[in-house]
């Protein structure tokens, strides 16, 4: 069974950072480019960045850009979001999914992982 495991969610004060972390237990992650979503409550699910199968293009959306940075490391089939200067406004489940389709390029979302929740307050 194909299925991708987040981890690294948790509460953190304004103005701090975490990293998650999307792991592939199952399959050979290095074939897919891997998108990282987020939903809020009350709120459509938003892209906020993707990272190319073997790391060379990544994109991010205008509300995290400059404060996130996505990464890979296809030795042990994991991708990850550094997320820094965190806002309440950042308060979400995370997901991360993974696609054969480049990230530009009809990316949906294959398999997806079950979301970490990341919650922004003091």
């Known amino acids: 069974q194909l299925q991708l495991v987040e981890s690294g969610g948790g509460l953190v004060q304004p103005g701090g950072s975490l990293r998650l972390s999307c792991e592939a237990p199952?399959?050979?992650?290095?074939?897919?480019?891997v998108g990282w979503f987020r939903q809020a409550p009350g709120k459509e699910r938003e892209r906020i960045s993707c990272?190319?199968?073997?790391?060379?293009?990544?994109d991010y959306a205008s509300s995290v850009k400059g404060r996130f940075t996505i990464s890979r490391d296809n030795a042990k089939s994991t991708v990850y979001l550094q997320m820094n200067g965190l806002w309440p406004e950042d308060t979400a489940v995370y997901y991360c999914?993974?696609?054969?389709?480049?990230?530009?390029?009809?990316?949906?979302?294959?398999?997806w992982g079950q979301g970490t929740q990341v919650t922004v307050s003091s």
């Open positions: 990272i190319s199968s073997v790391g060379d293009s990544v």
């Open positions: 999914a993974a696609d054969r389709l480049p990230c530009a390029y009809g990316f949906q979302g294959d398999i």
């Open positions: 199952t399959f050979a992650l290095h074939y897919y480019a």
